[in-house]
């Protein structure tokens, strides 16, 4: 009896364990034809079978000042968490789509700690500038970081 609940355990662990799939892996956009016209078509569908108005593009620009290394958070057109050295840039072209042309597409960054002149950690300072100018700056070297935020509309 015993052999029977521990070989049965055993099969039932493996069947959980190996899954239900049929083991061939499908890339992402898989299905999805290249087409101009499939690719609207599969547009369509990611937005609920509507076409999704764009507002006016901006041209939006986060930037990290200050020496050395340092971790970087960011929300773009992309978002990432990243090493990178300062001071770091980074420019993008983003439209508002659908609801966020009301309510507002939400670009961040946010910086980590960099080592100043006299050796002290400090936060790395941060700004955002839409098509030409800066609508967020924090100018950092205090012990407390703070992130930069703005709404894109």
């Known amino acids: 009896?015993?052999?029977?609940?521990?070989?049965?355990?055993?099969?039932?662990?493996?069947?959980?364990?190996?899954?239900?799939?049929?083991?061939e892996e499908k890339?992402?956009?898989?299905?999805?034809?290249s087409s101009p016209a499939a690719q609207e078509s599969a547009k369509e569908k990611?937005?609920?079978?509507?076409?999704?108005a764009e507002g006016a593009s901006h041209e939006v620009?986060?930037?990290?000042?200050?020496?050395?290394?340092s971790?970087?958070?960011?929300t773009l057109d992309d978002s990432d968490f990243t090493e990178v050295d300062l001071p770091w840039t980074k420019t993008a072209t983003i439209a508002p789509r659908g609801?966020?042309?009301?309510?507002?597409?939400?670009?961040i960054v946010t910086p980590g700690n960099t080592t100043a002149a006299d050796g002290r950690l400090v936060s790395a300072g941060c700004s955002i500038t839409?098509?030409?100018?800066?609508?967020?700056e924090f100018k950092g070297g205090g012990?407390?970081?703070?992130?930069?935020?703005?709404k894109l509309k």
Do not use: H, W
């Open 61 to 69: 620009t986060i930037k990290v000042e200050g020496t050395g290394k």
């Open 99 to 107: 609801a966020e042309s009301k309510v507002g597409r939400l670009v």
């Open 46 to 52: 990611e937005t609920g079978g509507e076409a999704v």
């Open 143 to 150: 012990e407390q970081g703070k992130p930069c935020s703005y």
């Open 130 to 136: 839409v098509d030409g100018k800066k609508v967020v």
């Open 27 to 33: 890339p992402a956009d898989a299905g999805k034809g």
């Open 1 to 23: 009896m015993r052999k029977t609940l521990t070989a049965t355990a055993f099969v039932l662990t493996a069947a959980l364990l190996t899954g239900c799939g049929g083991g």
């Open 71 to 74: 971790n970087v958070m960011y």
